[in-house]
């Protein structure tokens, strides 16, 4: 552990890149087992009121909500309240289009392939949100199902159609199935008027600070406050196998389609891998990626948005994951060297998850 302390200690330190920023924020990292973990935490929740960053504090969970949001849907499939290859169709009570949401797919019928398979494994077609678009509309880019691309909007379609067309709602359900099973008493979709007491502010690399959004609704794409103790809990039940059957758990590591893309962004690149990369058999699994490395299947999953930088990256056979969150875009820089101290990969996909190597890396 004495690497990561020292690494963590490079948080409170003065950047070492030619503007010489100092570095705002903080991280916590934790090592996950089955039945342990153990989490280092180090830097400032909130610079401004020189609060501490601890493993209790209320950060933004950013995409690690997908993952979590896939874990529920997996139940629904276990329960056969939900199928995984069902057309949406089937689902709603009118065709998509009609619903003002998604009038903008008027006029084409390809909504109609849509499955919760394709939605989780990010193979719709669409961008990763629509006000991307020039014109801010959603549209398909490509076939559903037949390639990769990141897209936020895909599960938030999800979403969608378990409210809408099976009735559900799924903040109350993730909060019932996540976060109450695992005891994550501080998480949930939507701000809780208790998370201001010990709640991180966000920092950009040049110490910007980008304060806590409250999100009033539940977006199963990113809405999730969590702190670094309680995600660490549901990432130990995932590991455990607890809420899943073994098939429902490995359909969400099973690899869905080849991931063949230069990296995760922009979502929309023809852009291919570079050469030699090709041998980690990188796909989508639902709400997470996978890889086989030489000691077998690794799934990992980031969060990231101005402010925030999360990762998690789990060696499916030795059941053990590496945790990270920044409240500082800081914090992808470490990553790097603290996960392959802690899990000995050295094949992980670093220039896919950030689409470029974050100043700073070797």
Known sequence: MRTILFTLGLMAAASTTAQAQTVKGGMA???VREDKTRMRVAGKRDEEKSLPLTADTVVYGASLTKFAFAYTVMQLVDENVVQLDWPIDRYLKKPLPDYEKYADLKGDERWRKLTLRILLSHTTGFANFRFVEPDEKLRFHWEPGSRYGYSGEGINLAQFVLEEGVGLDVGKEMQTRVFDRFGMTRTSMTWRADFADNLAQGYTRDGTMIPHRKRGSTRAAGSMDTTPNDYARFVAGFMRGEGLSPHARAEILKPQIAITSRSQFPTLSDETAPAGTSGLALAAGLGVVVYDGPKGRVFFKGGH??????????????????????????????????????????????????????????
């Open 305 to 362: 948005d101005d402010g925030t930088d999360n990762m998690l990256i789990c060696d499916e056979k030795a059941k053990r994951c590496f945790l990270g969150f920044g409240n500082t875009n800081e914090a992808a820089i470490h990553y790097p060297l603290l996960s392959e101290k802690m899990l000995k990969l050295k094949t992980f996909p670093w220039w896919w998850e950030y689409s470029a190597k974050p100043q700073g890396f070797n």
């Open 29 to 31: 990292i934790a090592e």
